[in-house]
Nanobody
Framework: EVQLVESGGRLAQAGGSLRLSCSASGSRFADYAFRWFRQAPGKEREGVSC????????YYAESVKGRFIISRDDAKNTLHLQMNSLKSGDSAVYYC????????????WGQGTQVTVSS
């Protein structure tokens, strides 16, 4: 059983930065891969970024590549998403999810944290 809790979402100005965190319970955090998703009202859920477990390989959606950075701190059971050069299109509820198999299925989700970018 893994419990995920996101934090760090807030109102920010375009061009600014935010750092989201996802705190995970359990003793096997280092064995898991994770992915950040986001969903805005009226839009489909979008995969934002993911990070592997053993080698910390990372992937980014084209919409955020070059602006966002995903990272993990295995000692603290925490996943991060550094969001730079924010755009209005980044406004959404951001979720972290644990990968179940490959990058196609997920078994645990957090409740989400709201990011709102003005201007």
């Amino acid at each position: 059983e893994v419990q995920l809790v996101e934090s760090g979402g807030r109102l920010a100005q375009a061009g600014g930065s935010l750092r989201l965190s996802c705190s995970a319970s359990g003793s096997r955090f280092a064995d898991y891969a994770f992915r950040w998703f986001r969903q805005a009202p009226g839009k489909e859920r979008e995969g934002v970024s993911c990070i592997n477990s053993s080698d910390d390989t990372t992937y980014y959606a084209e919409s955020v590549k070059g602006r966002f950075i995903i990272s993990r701190d295995d000692a603290k059971n925490t996943l991060h998403l550094q969001m730079n050069s924010l755009k209005s299109g980044d406004s959404a509820v951001y979720y972290c999810a644990k990968v179940l198999s490959g990058w196609d299925s997920y078994d645990y989700w957090g409740q989400g944290t709201q990011v709102t970018v003005s201007s």
